[in-house]
């Protein structure tokens, strides 16, 4: 028998010590710096106000930055908060650089400025816990804390949910000398002062038609023949090419609606010669939401301010983005939502850009008719060279020629780098734009043939270059994305619910094993030790796996009263046992196999019902039954294994001998 105890206290002692290590975490790897993750802000009061008013913080400003840029600190940007507080941000790549930007920026504010002192910065959501101590350079020891995952509710941040939006865009265009429309201007100038021929010569003649009139009498015609109102739009691209973008959901609706346009046009137009451009399609098919979320998960574990979101589909084509204790929910938006094509496009020969070196590539030049053109006209008449679907997923951020610049190098793939330095070989002196969802980043012109890398520049802040680096990466989107919901949740009422639901269970538990011990007495004390492990045993179990939101938390304070219920059954047939005059072995043994059968079946049914919210409920739903379903689970364990060691055991002792400590108060005569 003693052999047995002790093989049930090393067990116990086990179990409690795993659960302690795996819930509270006390002993983890050392932390390693991660590439840009990097404290590179810091703040400076000053004695007295810098100025009475915004202009004058801002000119303020802008003088101190002058002088730290004399100073030689690469700035991101310098603002005051408050009239006696300054905020400096530097571009730094290391935490060594950063600490050393910030020493640069104190000197030199301490020079210029009296009673100038350093002010420690807020710490960050989700900043990581500083060690005790470490072990070696591999572990370090933390104070123990809970590591279970907390959801939106419970910290505030973000929900948003996205749906796949299917794109059809169908072009059609007409030669140079017979414009469908024209701007406004060009209407209003005389016939007579038009230009008459294009560069080819040929004579133009003008339509009845401006820009705008003509999108809405395409959009309100096809409109009126049942294409739906929710993503149409008709655009026109210069004078001669108009292109109608709607959300057909498959390739026969897409061909239905070629031929309205098409016929509607022709119908409009009969002089014209009217071609039809190439149609590009993208389709929400089955398996297309499963694409998109493994792509936002690849974006959201690449920042690393982003802290346990969660992704989870919905349907077919939605997904649903939880991202709690989020501090810039418009950035994160943006990256999640950019559909992050990149193209590399050949321009025309004919256009160059006055706007380039400013980065300013919305306005192009026409040399055959020296005239303005935009960049969407541009955009469609280039030819598509290569795509971001060629490029390697090891793009990094460097910087570029000059300080303070930020520029995104890149790599094809092998079987994609020799096409590539042949296309490059072919076109010198050609302009190629590098563009990203449509926009044009940069248009080098190709000086010489180029071996399969490349940078792309654009003038980027250091988060801008991050941002597109961990897009590239990611990879490209299969289908655009709109923003159905956006939800933000506040952090202080996060927070009053993490105080408060936390409050609720430690009384809800502290009164519970007052209750035990008093009414079952020596019982009650082993049940309190054993619904003190289950909650150890519960965390442990939830916390790689699951994120706590409030109603998990309600979940998680139902399992205890559960987990006591299952202590209350075996010990009334317990003191049923021992009342019939049965010795305090056998009557342990007894009540507990009696006991069993009525806990299984409350049991199962709860297991029943927590499996059907699951597979039914919505998000916060699954929460509730997922901490349910373990809590269950592990109440099983603790009450009927760990609690029927402990009684076992204590049972056997001396203090087995006094039945009155067991809840037997009868005499027993022999």
């Not at 691209?237 to 239905?256: I, L, P, Q």
């Not at 989020?326 to 990256?335: A, M, N, Q, S, T």
């Not at 025309?348 to 030049?365: L, V």
């Not at 971001?388 to 303070?404: E, H, I, K």
Request: net charge negative; hydrophobic share 45%; glycine share 6%.
């Amino acid at each position: 028998m003693q052999s047995r105890n002790k093989m049930w206290i090393g067990l116990i002692l086990l179990i409690v010590v795993c659960a302690f290590l795996v819930a509270l975490a006390p002993i983890r790897p050392v932390p390693k710096a991660e590439g840009f993750d990097v404290q590179d802000v810091s703040r400076y009061s000053f004695g007295e106000p810098m100025a009475d008013d915004e202009p004058g913080l801002t000119a303020k400003a802008d003088e101190i930055r002058g002088s730290l840029a004399k100073a030689g600190v690469e700035l991101d940007y310098v603002k005051f908060i408050d009239p006696k507080l300054l905020e400096v941000k530097s571009v730094s790549l290391t935490q060594e650089t950063a600490d050393e930007h910030a020493a640069q920026v104190f000197k030199t504010l301490a020079e210029q400025y009296e009673g100038v002192e350093a002010v420690e910065m807020p710490q960050k959501a989700g900043a990581k816990q500083e060690p005790l101590f470490t072990i070696g350079e591999v572990f370090a020891v933390y104070a123990p804390r809970p590591q279970i995952r907390l959801g939106l509710d419970l910290q505030g941040g973000a929900h948003v949910l996205l749906r796949c939006v299917p794109e059809t865009k169908i072009p059609f265009l007409t030669p140079a000398h017979q414009p469908m429309a024209i701007s406004e201007d060009m209407m209003k100038t005389p016939a007579d002062e038009r230009p008459q021929t294009t560069a080819e010569g040929d004579n133009i003649k003008y339509p009845n038609y401006t820009h705008e009139q003509l999108q809405k009498l395409v959009y309100d015609y096809m409109l009126s023949k049942g294409v739906s109102k929710t993503g149409l739009e008709v655009v026109m691209v210069g004078d001669n090419r108009v292109v109608v973008r709607t959300e057909a959901r498959d390739e026969r609706e897409s061909k239905a609606q070629l031929q309205l346009a098409q016929a509607f046009l022709e119908r409009t137009f009969p002089d014209l010669e009217l071609s039809v451009g190439e149609m590009e399609t993208v389709y929400v098919a089955p398996g297309t939401a499963d694409k998109v979320k493994n792509i936002i998960d690849r974006r959201l574990y690449a920042m690393s301010d982003i802290r346990e979101p969660v992704v989870q589909k919905q349907g077919d084509d939605k997904i649903i983005v939880e991202l709690p204790g989020v501090k810039d929910p418009e950035r994160v938006l943006d990256i999640l939502k950019s559909t992050a094509m990149l193209e590399f496009r050949l321009i025309p020969a004919r256009y160059t850009c006055p706007g380039a070196e400013e980065d300013d590539y919305s306005e192009w030049n026409d040399t055959t008719t020296n005239q303005s053109v935009p960049w969407e006209q541009v955009l469609a008449e280039s030819e598509l060279a290569f795509s971001g679907r060629d490029l390697q997923s090891n793009s990094t951020v460097q910087t570029g020629s000059t300080p303070g610049q930020w520029v995104v190098a890149f790599e094809l793939k092998k079987d994609k780098k020799r096409a590539f330095l042949d296309f490059t070989r072919q076109n010198i002196d050609r302009l190629m734009a590098i563009v990203l969802d449509e926009k044009c980043q940069m248009a080098p012109h190709i000086r010489d043939a180029i071996p399969g890398r490349g940078i792309i520049e654009g003038n980027f802040t250091t988060q801008e270059a991050r941002d597109l680096k961990l897009l590239l990466n990611a990879g490209a989107l299969p289908v655009p994305l709109e923003i159905d919901t956006n939800r933000t949740v506040s952090p202080t009422l996060g927070t009053d619910s993490i105080v408060r639901s936390f409050r609720a269970a430690l009384i809800g538990f502290c009164l519970v094993l007052v209750f035990m011990i008093v009414y079952y007495r020596v019982p009650g004390i082993l049940a309190a030790f054993a619904l003190s492990l289950y909650v150890l045993l519960l965390l442990a179990v939830l916390t790689p796996y699951a994120t706590m939101t409030l109603p998990g938390v309600a979940a998680f304070i139902l399992s205890i009263g559960m987990a006591v219920d299952a202590n209350i059954i075996i010990f009334e047939r317990l003191k049923e046992e021992l009342w019939s005059g049965k010795v305090i072995r056998t009557a342990i043994e007894t009540g507990f196999d009696r006991a069993w059968t009525a806990i299984l079946d409350a049991n199962v049914t709860t297991l029943i019902i927590a499996a059907v919210l699951y597979f039914l409920g919505t998000s916060l739903i699954k929460s509730f039954a997922v901490t349910l379903f373990v809590g269950v689970c592990c109440s099983l364990f603790t009450a009927v294994t760990v609690t029927r060691w402990l009684v076992t055991m204590v049972g056997g002792s001396r203090l087995g001998e006094n039945r009155a400590l067991f809840g037997d108060n009868t005499e027993h005569t022999t």
